[in-house]
């Protein structure tokens, strides 16, 4: 079982970063994910891909469980992401360019 270790980034409908702060590990899927032709639901038969993530306060702590228990694991590299300094100045900034006025 292969197992991938990775801080989450925030999601589109968060403005802060609440739920960014603790390392995931994660498994791989080990099967495709099936459609179900009855009900049209969507399927896998490993139960560990779709529904296990285990949380973790830092990356130590998901490296030492995934080597304790001998799961092969990658680790991906946090995303720090770029912050642009803004003004509600800029809004009537004499260089703006105007929509309108391409």
Do not use: C
């Amino acid at each position: 079982m292969f197992a991938r270790i990775f801080k989450p980034a925030k999601t589109a409908m968060q403005s802060g970063r609440a739920n960014t702060k603790a390392w995931v590990l994660e498994f791989d899927a080990r099967t495709a994910r099936r459609i179900d032709p009855l009900m049209g639901w969507t399927g896998a038969q490993d139960m560990d891909a779709s529904q296990v993530r285990l949380f973790f306060d830092t990356k130590d702590e998901a490296v030492a469980y995934a080597e304790k228990h001998g799961l092969a694991y990658r680790v991906e590299p946090e995303r720090k992401p770029t912050v642009r300094p803004k003004a509600y100045a800029d809004n009537f900034a004499y260089r703006r360019r105007l929509p309108w006025t391409h």
